[in-house]
């Protein structure tokens, strides 16, 4: 169990300073602790965000949601960047697509570090979430390719670019409508 901690913890700092070679690592295995880095790091931070409220009632109900959304939200960008990864040519399976891009909420980190500095201004969050962001998108990014065996252009691509470019199409035809 010890050692299973650590283990955690350490691909936990992994995802910050080599996830190429971690997730390089994790498509040849089978494992959960993606998704339990998913549940765990975005359930601290909903906790965290309670907390800085003083609210319990508001804690319990961001811990809840904290557990919900971001799983209903991980799942269907996998699901997404998992077809049109596929579609671009990969050869990834959509549980360890899953797997591999529920790290990204490993710098859920960073955002409680920014929300413990917003006591000197709020002003000091906005670019650390800003930075947060960027680099999750990297993270999905870097986990797409090393699953599907994509360049980081078609990685891009599926993870980001496709359903982004549905997105506008879907906003600009519902503007015209």
Known sequence: MKTNIIEFFTESAQVFTNPDDLFYLKTEGKDTNGIISLIFYSLMLG????????????????LLVSF???????????LFAYIFARLLGGSGSFVNTFN?????????????????????????????????FLWKIVIEIVAV??????GYAKSFLSTMGIPLIILIIIVLIGGLV
């Open 47 to 62: 906790l965290v965000i309670g907390i800085a409220t003083g609210d319990i009632v508001v804690t319990g109900i961001l």
């Open 68 to 78: 919900i959304v971001p799983l209903v939200c991980k799942v269907i960008h996998s």
């Open 100 to 132: 591999l891009m529920s790290y990204s909420s490993v710098l859920n980190v960073l955002v409680i570090i920014g929300i413990a500095l917003a006591t000197l201004g709020f002003a000091v969050v906005i670019p650390i979430l800003f930075l947060v």
């Open 145 to 150: 390719s090393e699953e599907h065996n994509l």
